[in-house]
Nanobody
Framework: QLVESGGGLVQAGGSLRLSCAASGHTFSDYRMGWFRQAPGKERELVAAINWSGGTTNYPDSVKGRFTISRDNAKNTVYLQMNTLQPEDTAVYYC?????????????????WGQGTQVTVSS
C-alpha cells in the first residue's frame, strides 16, 4: 500500500514536499517513481529513484526543480518540488516497480497510491 501526503495550493515560485509511505512489501526491493496527471493529459513520470537512492531520473520539464529521495528505514519516498509553476498543477501519484531497469512506462509500475492534488496559482 502506498499513501501520499503533502499536496496543496501554492503560489507560483513556491515549494512543496510530497511524501509517500509504503507498507505491505519490502520497500527496498522496489524502484519508486512519482507520476502526475493533469486534466485531459496522460499520466507522466516526473521522477524515479532506484533501490538504494543512488540513481535518480527526471524529464527535462522538472530537472533542476524537483528532487526525489527515499528513506528505506522509514519506507518512505519524497518529492521536493521547487520553483513551482502553474503547469505543474496535477494530481501526483507515487508508484512502485519491480523492474530491474529504470522505466518511465506507467504499465511497468506494480503498485500505486491514491494521488494527492497539487495546485499552483499564478
Amino acid at each position: 500500500q502506498l499513501v501520499e501526503s503533502g499536496g496543496g495550493l501554492v503560489q507560483a515560485g513556491g515549494s512543496l514536499r510530497l511524501s509517500c509511505a509504503a507498507s505491505g512489501h519490502t520497500f527496498s526491493d522496489y524502484r519508486m517513481g512519482w507520476f502526475r496527471q493533469a486534466p485531459g493529459k496522460e499520466r507522466e513520470l516526473v521522477a524515479a529513484i532506484n533501490w538504494s537512492g543512488g540513481t535518480t531520473n527526471y524529464p527535462d520539464s522538472v530537472k533542476g526543480r524537483f528532487t526525489i529521495s527515499r528513506d528505506n528505514a522509514k519506507n518512505t519516498v519524497y518529492l521536493q518540488m521547487n520553483t513551482l509553476q502553474p503547469e505543474d498543477t496535477a494530481v501526483y501519484y507515487c508508484a512502485a516497480t519491480s523492474s530491474y531497469y529504470y522505466t518511465d512506462r506507467r504499465n511497468d509500475y506494480d503498485y500505486w497510491g491514491q494521488g494527492t492534488q497539487v495546485t499552483v496559482s499564478s
